[in-house]
Nanobody, 125 residues
Framework: QVQLVESGGGLVQAGGSLRLSCAAS????????MGWFRQAPGKEREFVAA????????YYADSVKGRFTISRDNAKLMVYLQMNTLKPEDTAVYYC??????????????????WGQGTQVTVSS
């Protein structure tokens, strides 16, 4: 089991940027893919981005492609989500999640085994 704690959320104007961080502890972090999801009020949790165990492969939702960048630092047990050109529709609680395999095996919540508590991102128009 891995424990995950997100940070870096906040209030930002449209067009602005935020960098989310996810600190991991517990099982061997570097052995597993990692991902970010988000959930807006009244909506289902949706996939945002994922990164393989080495960082060599990344995968993005179409809605964030070109604006968001996922990265990881295995030495520091950290995963990051750099979010640029934010839009009001990006407003949501953002969750960090640990995959169940080294590679990116899917983009469904069921493809990820451990979750953080979430961090709120609010983008004003």
């Amino acid at each position: 089991q891995v424990q995950l704690v997100e940070s870096g959320g906040g209030l930002v104007q449209a067009g602005g940027s935020l960098r989310l961080s996810c600190a991991a502890s517990g099982r061997t972090f570097s052995n597993y893919a990692m991902g970010w999801f988000r959930q807006a009020p009244g909506k289902e949790r949706e996939f945002v981005a994922a990164i393989s165990w080495s960082g060599g492969s990344t995968y993005y939702a179409d809605s964030v492609k070109g604006r968001f960048t996922i990265s990881r630092d295995n030495a520091k047990l950290m995963v990051y989500l750099q979010m640029n050109t934010l839009k009001p529709e990006d407003t949501a609680v953002y969750y960090c999640a640990s995959g169940v395999r080294a590679w990116i095996s899917g983009n469904r919540p069921a493809d990820f085994g451990s979750w953080g508590q979430g961090t709120q991102v609010t983008v004003s128009s």
